[in-house]
């Protein structure tokens, strides 16, 4: 299955159904609603899925967006945050993503886990690459300097993230709907890579599962922390699906496939027919870079 995100077009529409048929209109059966989506566009969204239009893949936590809030904000609420009514607002809006994904028929929520409080690195790891510095000694001090933070601080924000997890995997189970854990590409959010295994041990439900984001995860070998292709097996048991984005070196992420550092060919032996399947691209992607950008990953991974 092959969707397209929300996230490329919302923003143009004040109408759910014309926004929703503008990507048909692109030869998708299927979309993804993305952490955009106002609640005016609602009642077009439901209208277009009642009368059998459009299918929807997922729902991007949290959709739609919280009242008042009319801008794309995944990380609005966190689930690992220290304050208790923060995460009690995470669990509130959450479970309204559940209820809308029942209402659309939409089999699975992705969601964002959390991060630990702590000084931000990525964006300084960024700029060391992008200035063609990431051989030096400065990068790899600053490299092992993140790394120890963030194992050293990451045991209450992993506490607390799960417990949250624990109170949303039941709502989830009832509705049928499955979770996408997505990994993230700031090195500050949560699950740190090799902690992945250990969140789905600790809550085995089957309805939690692994969501591979291409982008993020091109981020982190960029910077030298994981390798891509390697990562992406290492959860292949748990594996339900992507989102789909290429990267410009070292970390402007969003473009088209084709057009970036992303080796789609070296991902494909993990791509299963079964996975979904979301192409997630920024809102000012022309037409004609959207479509070749579709056509090369489906000429690799197969349509």
């Known amino acids: 299955m092959y969707s397209l995100s929300t996230c490329w077009n919302s923003h143009r529409h004040t109408d759910g159904r014309a926004m929703l048929r503008e990507i048909r209109d692109l030869g998708f059966e299927y979309a993804e609603l993305s952490h955009g989506t106002r609640i005016s566009l609602v009642p077009g969204i439901l209208d277009a899925v009642n009368a059998g239009e459009m299918k929807i893949s997922t729902l991007h936590n949290f959709c739609p967006l919280p009242m008042g809030v009319n801008h794309s904000a995944p990380n609005l609420y966190l689930f690992s945050d220290e304050s208790p009514r923060q995460r009690e607002l995470a669990l509130k809006h959450t479970f309204k993503t559940l209820e809308f994904a029942e209402r659309v028929k939409a089999p699975m929520v992705v969601l964002h886990l959390g991060s630990v409080e702590m000084k931000e690195y990525s964006e300084k790891l960024k ?15 600053l490299c092992a300097e993140v790394s120890e933070k963030r194992e050293a601080r990451k045991a209450p924000f992993i506490a607390r993230l799960y417990e949250s997890l624990k109170k949303i995997v039941p709502e989830a189970e009832k509705r049928g709907i499955r979770l996408g854990c997505e990994n993230r590409e700031a090195l500050e959010e949560l699950p740190f890579e090799p902690d992945f295994q250990l969140l789905f041990h600790e809550l085995s439900s089957p309805c939690m599962t692994y969501w591979h984001d291409t982008g993020h995860a091109q981020i982190k070998e960029n910077l030298g922390f994981i390798n891509h292709a390697q990562f992406l097996d290492s959860q292949s048991e748990r594996l339900a699906g992507f989102h789909i984005h290429d990267v410009q070196s070292p970390a402007r992420d969003h473009c088209s496939p084709g057009t970036g550092t992303v080796n789609f060919s070296a991902l494909k032996s993990s791509v299963r ?14 037409v004609e870079l959207l479509k070749s950008g579709v056509a090369h990953v489906k000429q690799i991974w197969g349509a």
């Open 127 to 141: 700029e060391m690459v992008g200035a063609g510095q990431k051989d030096t000694p400065k990068y790899q001090k």
């Open 273 to 286: 027919p079964g996975h979904i399947k979301v192409f997630e691209f920024s809102p000012s992607m022309p």
